[in-house]
């Protein structure tokens, strides 16, 4: 990437560690937090991940006071913009100002590469709130795309019991033949109350009411799907159940390594758009 002016806009850990990141390749990179929110000489802008929580203030919480989206969007104009989970309705606003914004985290190289740190975040909030070890465990991964993948096989490499919640008949072939032990949904009721944790990373509703009764009341939920995530909390709690929504895991347990991903992707985009 040829050298230019960067300005480095709100986020979590991972963008203080992606700005870093960008300054040792030589690069000419402002931080919001210090430099303010001048956008006149700047060639590109990168964002947080997610861009909004709200879709009407910047996701930006170390930065001394919070940031209207409209605002910011007025002051961008005319500039590139390339931030994770960016909301439609504000590409549309950013369109009126002729601002350019590109989802970096659409891109199938960050969401395969980012399953990795995804993955070992959850078995660490698992260890941390389990009162058995993992290795002898019965865990059940609901769905089995790219962290489904990865978690499954690092609980299988620790010694889990590892079951696998899956509706493609694909999916439950591989299943098979990676030595898990396959669930097809419409029998996951059958399997629940067997189980000591669950992981899902299905982002739609996939353990209701109707399902919670059946698991064993002293497992542990970790839902990973963003939000509103899987898992009717609400229900849960009444039933006792422990729950856990974990959200940007790796931005909490590897931001450099989450960092690290994200600088790639923005390069890879530089390259093909030709920033």
């Known amino acids: 990437m040829k050298r230019r002016s960067v300005m480095v806009l709100g986020g979590d850990r991972r963008n203080l560690e992606l700005a870093r990141l960008l300054i040792n390749d030589g690069e000419d990179v402002k931080i919001s937090y210090v430099h303010g929110l001048n956008f006149e000489d700047i060639d590109l802008i990168i964002g947080p991940l997610p861009l909004s929580s709200d879709k009407k203030t910047l996701n930006a919480p170390f930065h001394p006071e919070e940031i209207e989206v409209d605002a910011l969007l007025e002051k961008m104009r005319g500039k590139t913009l390339i931030a994770g989970v960016i909301d439609e309705e504000l590409i549309l606003k950013g369109s009126i100002?002729?601002?350019?914004?590109?989802?970096?985290?659409?891109?199938?190289?960050?969401?395969v590469l980012n399953a990795v740190p995804t993955a070992e975040g959850a078995i660490k909030i698992a260890i941390e709130n389990m009162p058995i070890?993992?290795?002898?465990?019965?865990?059940?991964?609901?769905?089995?795309?790219?962290?489904?993948?990865a978690l499954s096989n690092m609980l299988y490499g620790m010694g889990a019991?590892?079951?696998?919640?899956?509706?493609k008949h694909e999916d439950i072939a591989w299943i098979k033949n990676l030595r898990y032990i396959p669930v097809c949904f419409d029998e996951l009721d059958t399997v629940l109350q067997g189980m000591d944790v669950l992981f899902n990373t299905v982002p739609q509703l996939v353990l209701d009411d109707n399902r919670l009764i059946h698991l064993n009341r002293e497992a542990l939920v970790i839902d990973l799907a963003s939000q509103p995530g899987g898992v009717d909390f609400g229900a849960a709690e009444k039933l006792g159940i422990k729950t856990i929504h974990a959200l940007g895991i790796p931005g909490k347990t590897?931001?450099?390594?989450?960092?690290?991903?994200?600088?790639?992707?923005?390069?890879?985009i530089i390259r093909e758009r030709g920033l």
Do not use: C, W
Request: glycine residues 10%.
């Open 133 to 149: 070890t993992l290795h002898g465990s019965n865990a059940l991964v609901l769905g089995f795309g790219r962290i489904g993948k």
């Open 254 to 268: 590897a931001p450099l390594t989450a960092a690290r991903i994200i600088k790639e992707t923005i390069y890879n």
């Open 161 to 167: 019991n590892v079951h696998v919640a899956a509706r």
């Open 97 to 111: 100002y002729g601002i350019t914004m590109v989802d970096y985290f659409k891109r199938e190289e960050l969401q």
